[in-house]
T-cell receptor, first 108, second 112 residues
Framework: EDQVTQSPEALRLQEGESSSLNCSYTVSGLRGLFWYRQDPGKGPEFLFTLYSAGEEKEKERLKATLTKKESFLHITAPKPEDSATYLC?????????FGAGTTVTVRA | IAGITQAPTSQILAAGRRMTLRCTQDMRHNAMYWYRQDLGLGLRLIHYSNTAGTTGKGEVPDGYSVSRANTDDFPLTLASAVPSQTSVYFCASAVRQGLEAFFGQGTRLTVV
């Protein structure tokens, strides 16, 4: 059975304090790993797709990396507007399996 | 820009009642999905459809049914609601199965 574990569950950062979120997975035949951002009361918003170990994607202050067993979402010099829950999901065959998410709070 | 529209936004439903959650997309995406999100459990797939006319079961399909009569619409029906179906339901779509999915705003359902 596919498993996706995200850590930490919650992360409180000071504005400008860089950090990383972890997504570890076990899946038979990874076809892709996805990162989403979710704001309270809203649906998840797509950020990145990673397909193979060593791949990296960047968007503004966010950078996602992938190894054979885990993915990291690096937040560089975060701002309060980066506060959200970040979800990762792995694609295996027909479905996405989501982790429970990391809730990031950035204080000004 | 509409994207994915879900209705209703929220609903309180008596146990045993039948309820259909509506989902419409205007992006001509082939794949559509229904997820439920519960605190601490993350998003779990209920049903999916890779193309109009076909559907499949996800990891938590019991008590739910779907249909995909055309490309745009993917309704989710609870035949006889139970309190354990209290959740936030998200509809999503993708150009095709395996690509990134785009989510609606969700329906918050409370079964009492």
């Amino acid at each position: 059975e596919d498993q996706v574990t995200q850590s930490p569950e919650a992360l409180r950062l000071q504005e400008g304090e860089s950090s990383s979120l972890n997504c570890s997975y076990t899946v038979s035949g990874l076809r892709g790993l996805f990162w989403y951002r979710q704001d309270p009361g809203k649906g998840p918003e797509f950020l990145f797709t990673l397909y193979s170990a060593g791949e990296e994607k960047e968007k503004e202050r966010l950078k996602a990396t992938l190894t054979k067993k885990e993915s990291f979402l690096h937040i560089t010099a975060p701002k309060p507007e980066d506060s959200a829950t970040y979800l990762c999901a792995v694609l295996n065959d027909y479905k996405l399996s989501f982790g429970a998410g990391t809730t990031v709070t950035v204080r000004a | 820009i509409a994207g994915i529209t879900q209705a209703p936004t929220s609903q309180i439903l008596a146990a045993g009642r039948r309820m259909t959650l509506r989902c419409t997309q205007d992006m001509r995406h082939n794949a559509m999905y229904w997820y439920r999100q519960d605190l601490g459990l993350g998003l779990r797939l209920i049903h999916y459809s890779n193309t109009a006319g076909t559907t499949g079961k996800g990891e938590v399909p019991d008590g739910y049914s779907v249909s995909r009569a055309n490309t745009d619409d993917f309704p989710l029906t609870l035949a006889s609601a139970v309190p354990s179906q209290t959740s936030v339901y998200f509809c999503a779509s993708a150009v095709r199965q395996g690509l990134e999915a785009f989510f609606g705003q969700g329906t918050r359902l409370t079964v009492v």
